[in-house]
């Protein structure tokens, strides 16, 4: 659909590697959600239930160790521009736009 075309697209442009791109991906994996499922459905989720949100509706799987790094990310002020985890949460946004399904009873 065009909605998932746009969101690799948007991927394959980040090239920065920063900690910026890592919150723009995990924007945008919320953003294909948006799409998908709808902003009422998506709004009420953050923390734990977004991650197993994503991985009851896609074939993504997000350990207790990268949802601890995520949450740091997102909401932690860095005390260095850590960007080990850049391909992980890249490869996982783009498994998460490949593979999330959308059903009646999302």
Partial sequence: S???REALKEIESYSKENRDEMIALVTLAKRVAI????????????GDKWWDFMEQHSKVKIGKELRAELSDLLYSTPKQDDTSQYRVV??????WIRTHKVTDHA
């Fill in 2 to 4: 065009l909605y998932k």
């Fill in 90 to 95: 890249k490869d996982l946004v783009t498994l």
């Fill in 35 to 46: 799409a998908a499922y709808g902003r009422k459905q998506i709004a009420k989720f953050s």
